[in-house]
Nanobody
Framework: VQLQASGGGAVQAGGSLRLSCTAS????????TGWFRQAPGKEREDVSC????????YYADSVKGRFTISRDDAKNTVYLQMNSLKPEDTAVYYC????????????????WGQGTQVTVSS
């Protein structure tokens, strides 16, 4: 059971990135998948989550209207499209899976991928 996060990079403010979270060993459409981020010197925070059914999505207020979470079941991958990026979006981004229908608390997620760095310059 493994999650692989990718797609991070360095962009200027206002730019876009798409993060990917690909699962191996299990099907993401059986799990809710979330994105979290941790900025230097700060605690990890929730960003977004898509429910196991794919019908429900959650966004933190700080990213609402700029980030979009989606899932491609054929590729067993969850995406986080990040538009209008701001310097405060700079962080290591992690994806995680939970067998709950949907969740936003870290403690509810049992499987975690490695982080991918996103750096937004002003």
């Amino acid at each position: 059971v493994q999650l692989q996060a990718s797609g991070g990079g360095a962009v200027q403010a206002g730019g876009s990135l798409r993060l990917s979270c690909t699962a191996s060993g299990f099907r993401l459409d059986y799990y809710a998948t979330g994105w979290f981020r941790q900025a230097p010197g700060k605690e990890r925070e929730d960003v977004s989550c898509i429910s196991s059914s794919g019908a429900n999505r959650y966004y933190a207020d700080s990213v609402k209207g700029r980030f979009t979470i989606s899932r491609d079941d054929a590729k067993n991958t969850v995406y986080l499209q990040m538009n209008s990026l701001k310097p405060e979006d700079t962080a290591v981004y992690y994806c995680a899976a939970t067998d709950l229908a949907i969740a936003i608390r870290e403690v509810d997620f049992g499987s975690w991928g490695q982080g991918t760095q996103v750096t937004v310059s002003s």
